[in-house]
């Protein structure tokens, strides 16, 4: 299975959910002057907590695998981003 994730412009953060597949990936295409992408903890997505990210992504075009079931958070590392909504 294979999830291509909605670009992630301005102040849009997503939260994603991938079910039932072992292996998939997910791209985020965004500019790196302006935005980054934090893989984190639900508890820190919910908080707009960017100190201690899962993974962290700067490349602009970033092809995230992910490895394990359930819940995937993320959010932009850019001070005031993930809190502006
Ligand atoms: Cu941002």
Known sequence: MEAQAAQQQGAQEVGLR???????FLVFEYNKNFHNVLEVSKADY???????PIAT????????????????FFICG????????
């Open 18 to 24: 991938v079910p039932g597949a072992t292996s998939s």
């Open 46 to 52: 919910s908080a707009c907590n960017a100190a201690s």
């Open 57 to 72: 992504y700067t490349s602009g075009n970033d092809s995230i695998t992910l490895k394990n079931k359930g819940h995937h």
């Open 78 to 85: 850019f001070t005031g981003h993930c809190s502006g909504g």
